[in-house]
């Protein structure tokens, strides 16, 4: 999982993660590139990477779509739980995206496999 992305190194991927992950109701953060690799994650490995693969494919439709609209780049995505937050933030120039899962005060919000 731990690769290098273009010019961040592996100690600037972790001070990513940790920075996200103190954020309030921050319970998980991952770091990916546009092809749904992880690259860096304070989730388990499982996690990260179905994570990563799932909003990869969710960035590229979402950079279709804001192109097809407004010939613009959407600077972010955020998808709205009964129990939290996915915080989306795709960089296109690093080709990286930065996902927080923000979970609401009171709420346990966790991960779920609905293979």
Do not use: N
Not at 18 to 31: D, P, T
């Amino acid at each position: 999982m731990a690769q290098e992305a273009g010019y961040l190194s592996q100690q600037a991927l972790e001070k990513v993660i940790e920075s996200v992950g103190k954020h309030k109701g921050v319970y998980g953060a991952v770091l990916s590139d546009t092809d749904g690799l992880p690259l860096q994650s304070s989730l388990p490995e499982e996690d990260t990477e179905r994570v990563a693969a799932h909003v990869a494919s969710l960035v590229g439709k979402v950079r279709s779509i804001s192109r097809e609209i407004s010939q613009e780049e959407a600077r972010s995505v955020r998808l709205e739980l009964e129990v939290g937050d996915v915080e989306i933030i795709p960089d296109y120039d690093s080709e990286i995206i930065i996902v927080a899962l923000v979970k609401r005060e009171s709420s346990k919000m966790t991960l779920t496999s609905k293979d």
